[in-house]
């Protein structure tokens, strides 16, 4: 079953403007992580968050995480045509510490 | 490239007939999971193996399926009797030591079953 829902489920902007996806989660996590995954192939970790923290920057990644309300948020800042993909969060857990993902949010971005 | 291969990309079946992937991870990666991805949806775990040892199994995984990983190295995922409901990709990840890690994902094997 899936963990968590991003909102929204697509997004389309142009090169140059910010994306803003958001991801929901049930339960009490030890971290979450973002993938972005191309059409057709295998997914490419981007950030991970943990519990305690609150933000976290990588390049053009902005990434922040509310505990209490349970959501995460991934901006994409001065967006490319290369950042097309859908994007997912995963939180990571369980006695296997296997990875529950969202549904996705398929960004595109329009030269 | 992550580092992550598996073997088939594609495959297509027909209906009953058994199938097995293969999935290569990085070389000093102990953990090894496998999930299954529908269309439009994130992937689901399946299995999740520590060095050679099958050690969590999802209840997505049904008596037809199997996994392995001799050796602790490579893994091989095969279902027996496919169904149409079976048709996927089927993707292979691998992670480095007991921590909270990211994972390294393979491109995936997409099962087409007919």
């Known amino acids: 079953s899936q963990q968590g829902e991003e909102d929204p489920q697509a997004l389309s902007i142009q090169e140059g403007e910010n994306a803003t996806m958001n991801c929901s989660y049930k339960t009490s996590i030890n971290n979450l992580q973002w993938y972005r995954q191309n059409s057709g192939r295998g997914l490419v970790h981007l950030i991970l968050?943990?519990?305690?923290?609150r933000e976290k920057h990588s390049g053009r990644l902005r990434v922040t995480l509310d505990t209490s309300k349970k959501s995460s948020s991934l901006l994409i800042t001065a967006s490319r045509a290369a950042d097309t993909a859908s994007y997912f969060c995963a939180t990571g857990g369980g006695s296997a510490r296997q990875l529950t993902f969202g549904s996705g949010t398929q960004l595109t971005v329009l030269p | 490239d992550t580092g992550v291969s598996q073997d088939p990309r594609h495959k297509i079946t027909k209906r009953g007939q058994n199938v097995t992937f293969r999935c290569d991870p990085i070389?000093?990666?102990?953990?090894l999971y496998w999930y299954r991805q529908t269309l439009g949806q994130g992937p689901e775990f399946l299995t999740y193996?520590?060095?050679?040892?099958?050690?969590?199994k999802s209840r997505l995984l049904s008596d037809r399926f199997s996994a392995e990983r001799p050796k602790g190295s490579f893994s091989t995922l095969e279902i027996q009797r496919t169904e149409q409901g079976d048709s996927a990709m089927y993707l292979c990840?691998?992670?480095?030591?007991?921590?909270?890690?990211?994972?390294?994902f393979g491109p995936g094997t997409r099962l087409t079953v007919t």
């Open positions: 070389s000093e990666h102990n953990r």
């Open positions: 968050i943990r519990s305690n923290e």
């Open positions: 193996f520590q060095n050679e040892a099958q050690l969590e």
């Open positions: 990840a691998s992670v480095e030591g007991g921590g909270p890690y990211e994972q390294y």
